[in-house]
């Protein structure tokens, strides 16, 4: 089965396959993403609205695409999974599970199941301590892949 990369880095990857799945909502504070009942493809016109854009596409839109998983940075070779998806977990203080219309083939649910999912809506903007340094605890205010 193809897994989808729920945390898909706008600017390296626009458009070649990559899909909005949430909007951005809350505050910095307590972020939150409201999630689209199905994803969107990102279009050639999308990036380029983009591009013209005072804010990033991460600070606006949650994209996915297909997981890379042993050719992604964040695949962890040792465990076999995303190490970035475990890190993010291990701050995980939420218990509400959204409603999600890429969880039947998200990467990050097929490893973590439940966990992953109560972390997603907090996964909103620009990136984060902690991403290059695997033993760094995540926050989860800021991530941009």
Same mark, same amino acid.
């Given at each position: ?15 070649? &396959?990559?899909?909005?799945? &949430? ?20 279009? +050639? ?12 596409? &991460? ?5 996915? +695409? ?14 076999? +999974? ?59 205010? +800021?991530?941009?892949?």
């Amino acid at each position: 089965m193809i897994r989808l990369c729920p945390c898909a880095n706008p600017v390296d990857d626009m458009p070649g &396959g990559l899909h909005i799945f &949430g909007v951005a909502a809350g505050t910095a504070a307590e972020p939150a993403v409201y999630f689209l009942p199905e994803p969107v493809r990102v279009t +050639k016109e999308m990036s380029e609205s983009f591009a013209r854009s005072a804010l990033q596409p &991460g600070e606006i839109y949650r994209f996915t +695409k297909i997981c890379k998983s042993s050719s992604c940075r964040h695949w962890s070779d040792e465990h076999g +999974k995303c190490g970035l998806i475990s890190r993010c977990i291990a701050n995980l203080d939420s218990t509400a599970l959204p409603v999600c219309a890429i969880r039947p083939t998200c990467q990050a649910y097929a490893q973590d199941h439940a966990a992953a999912c109560q972390v997603c809506p907090r996964v909103v903007q620009q990136w984060i301590t902690g991403l290059d340094e695997p033993d760094e605890p995540v926050t989860l205010e +800021k991530i941009y892949l």
